[in-house]
């Protein structure tokens, strides 16, 4: 499947956290949360991809093995056709400029002690890409001024508890963008945002996308939010690809029984539209000790034969629409 | 009477020398078993007026005037040990980040148990009995008092927060983006549960979000922020449907949805305002394209347009926002 216009190939990956013993003391065997489990996909270049899927599901551990923040358990990612868990420091260094991963909570990773320029010109720093000070700032208020932290000054010198809540999450996107990199991994990058200014830094990212050939995995819990800014929409369930294929094919036409509930439960602007949900049962359970057969089997409402006992494998149904999942 | 009634109400930072006029005349009512969704942009003011209600304010913040009455109780007027007897008890706060709300060292259980015993005089054994009530309504299993906070997932961990925000049986919980960081699924869950104890408790609730769909489903009445201020409240059909001002007008057109056709979205053009250094008059009218020579020079009044539907604007109820709503 993999062609020149592939940016990144994700083969087989799986990343498993082994719990400490004692945890689950009934158990000595050594246990797995098992957050990524078998995840293969393409990214085109200067494609949009989006990945959904509920809490949990293993969205952040896929992001952070991809960028190699964390070592895999198996499989391997190709960026450009280049193995990243067999690239050396140096090429990893270079590789973490040109992929960047706007991480979830802007809490985590904003240094309280800096201000806000220090902040977003940090990156440039770090790889040795400030010509001099003076350029320095100019480029971190521009960058300020594209996320629409506006007047930029004012918010240059502040410190992060000087901020709300998202406008922190702007200076953590400003901080990739103005790297220029080729691929952005946006975890959950505007969930903090209101309509407007989220708006705004939506179409910031693709208006970017298309002038300077960006290629984004955009990764939501939010489908309306996949539905705007990505082409191809990937669904995962526990670590697992449930349903992958074009936006609006999975969107409007949804065949995993995970995928319908999720498309029923979006909800809409508008409180005179009435909805039929369809609820999942159950606490979401976690990538420890999976069922046999189909890990959605436990929540699932149309349990057939095969579910039992091996777990589904992604099928196309329809071009470019893959669905891991037994019922027709 | 409504149980909260904030009127007035100015909140500023201290940046320096600089006055930053975070919360600027604010008015608005909560009535018991009801939800009031606090709603408008990145900034605008939302988060500090919550904690100006409690009075958790940065040290750098100020409540400028105005007045906060819970049950009939000044707040604003309270000593910090009284103050202190309020929060929890008569009224609680879920904080956004689920995750930085329990300490991680310590058993969940341990934590609200803490929070009952220090409001009521309660021993240990009546305070985790509570404890497991609470844990049962909200959904959780009683046995995962035990647990630590890393071992719940992220929305156990927010249902948690609701039963520690219910331990002391309180009559309004603000609730500040609480489900901004989960899935619908886990959200529509936790929302169903808001609603189920509020009329249980016949609690009053704040909800902030900037999330229009949410409040669209979830609030009885919507209350629309603008640099400062509370530009448009009523209830949530009115505020939706026959929106009064032009900036919640476009607010709610800026929403993205899974219904109808893809369309680029339209966004409210102009600049954020500057708190630093507002306009005069409306401080809405550099971006409104409605704007009169009275807007530039003239605040409007915060006034009743049709019963209970209320907006800050020179023309309220006169524009026609065009395409029908
Ligand atoms: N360092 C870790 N050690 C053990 N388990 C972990 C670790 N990091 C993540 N997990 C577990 O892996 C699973 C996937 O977590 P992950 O953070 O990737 O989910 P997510 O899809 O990003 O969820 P959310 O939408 O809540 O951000 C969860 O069950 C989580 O508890
Ligand atoms: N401690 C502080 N010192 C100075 N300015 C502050 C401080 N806290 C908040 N601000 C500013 O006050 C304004 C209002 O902040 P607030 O947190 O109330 O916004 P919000 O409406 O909750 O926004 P968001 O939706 O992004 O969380 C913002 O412009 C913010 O930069
Ligand atoms: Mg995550
Ligand atoms: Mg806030």
Redesign the pocket.
């Given at each position: 499947m993999t062609t020149n216009d592939t940016i990144l190939s994700v083969q087989d990956l799986r990343?498993w956290?082994?719990?400490r013993a004692g945890l689950f003391s009934f158990n000595r065997q050594p246990s797995y949360?098992?957050?990524?489990d078998g995840v293969s996909f393409d990214v085109p270049r200067s494609g949009s991809i989006a990945i959904a899927?509920?809490?949990?599901?293993?969205?952040?551990?896929?992001?952070?093995t991809i960028l190699r923040l964390?070592e895999p358990t198996s499989g391997s990612v190709l960026y450009n056709g280049e193995n990243i868990y067999e690239m050396n420091r140096l090429e990893l260094s270079e590789l973490r400029l040109k992929m960047q991963l706007i991480f979830?909570n802007p809490f985590e990773v904003l240094d309280p002690r800096h201000t806000v320029v220090d902040l977003v010109g940090e990156g440039l720093v770090i790889h040795g890409l400030q010509e001099n000070d003076e350029v320095l700032h100019d480029r971190v208020i521009s960058a300020l001024e594209d996320v629409r932290l506006i007047p930029a000054e004012d918010f240059a010198t502040r410190y992060t508890h000087e901020l709300s809540g998202g406008q922190l999450q702007r200076i953590a996107i400003a901080r990739s963008l103005i790297l220029k990199p080729e691929l952005i991994i946006a975890?959950?990058p505007v969930s903090m945002l209101d309509a407007s200014i989220r708006t705004e830094v939506m179409n910031l990212m693709t208006d970017l996308q298309k002038e300077k050939e960006l290629t984004y995995i955009f990764?939501t819990?939010d489908l309306a939010q996949a539905r705007y800014i990505g082409d191809y929409l990937i669904i995962?369930y526990l670590?697992r690809i449930a349903e992958m294929g074009p936006m609006e094919d999975v969107i409007q036409a949804p065949q995993h029984p995970y995928t319908k509930a999720l498309v029923s439960n979006i909800p809409i602007p508008d409180p005179t539209v009435e909805r039929d949900r369809i609820m999942l049962e159950g606490e979401t359970p976690?990538?420890?000790d999976l069922p046999p057969g189909c890990r959605f089997k436990p929540r699932c409402q149309e349990i057939g034969v095969y579910c039992k006992e091996d777990e589904p494998i992604l099928h196309e149904v329809a071009s470019g629409h893959w669905v891991a999942c037994y019922i027709e | 009477m409504a149980v909260l009634e904030v009127r007035d109400l100015a909140t500023y930072y201290y940046l320096g020398k600089k006055e930053l006029k975070a919360v600027d005349g604010v008015s608005f009512d909560i009535e018991s078993r009801r939800t009031l969704g606090l709603a408008g942009e990145s900034g605008c003011g939302k988060t500090t007026t919550a904690y100006s209600i409690m009075r958790i304010l940065a040290e750098n913040g100020k409540i400028a005037r105005g007045s906060v009455t819970l049950g009939g109780v000044e707040l604003t007027e309270l000593s910090d040990e009284e103050m202190r007897q309020i929060r929890w008890k008569k009224a609680s706060i879920v904080f956004q980040y689920a995750m930085n709300a329990f300490n991680p060292v310590l058993r969940i259980g341990r934590q609200i148990v803490e929070v009952i015993r220090e409001k009521d005089k309660m021993s240990e054994e009546e305070a985790v009995l509570t404890v497991s009530t609470l844990f049962d309504e909200v959904g959780l299993k009683p046995e995962r008092q035990t647990d630590y906070p890393?071992e719940f997932?992220?929305?156990m961990l927010q249902r948690a927060i609701i039963a520690q925000a219910l331990a002391c049986d309180p009559q309004l919980i603000i609730a500040d983006e609480p489900v901004t960081?989960?899935?619908v699924i886990v959200q529509n869950k936790i929302l169903d549960l808001l609603r189920k104890l509020q009329d249980k408790y016949n609690l009053a609730v704040l909800f902030i979000t900037h999330d229009l769909s949410v409040v669209a489903e979830n609030c009885h009445d919507v209350g629309i922020m603008y640099a400062g201020n509370l530009v448009e409240v009523g209830d949530a059909a009115s505020v939706f449907k026959k929106s009064l001002h032009p900036y919640s007008y476009k607010l709610i057109g800026a929403f993205p949805s899974v219904v109808g056709p893809k369309k680029r979205l339209e966004f409210i053009p102009g600049s954020p305002p500057n708190l630093l250094n507002l306009p005069t008059g409306c401080k809405f009218h550099p971006r409104c394209p409605f704007a009169q020579s009275i807007c530039k020079d003239d605040i409007p009044e915060f006034r009743e347009i049709t019963s209970g539907h209320f907006a800050k604007c020179h023309f309220a109820g006169e524009l026609d926002f065009g395409g029908g709503q």
């Open positions: 990343k956290f082994t719990l949360v098992k957050a990524v899927g509920e809490s949990g599901c293993g969205k952040t551990t896929l992001a952070r964390v979830q975890d959950e990764i819990h995962m670590g976690t990538p420890v | 890393h997932s992220g929305g960081a989960l899935d």
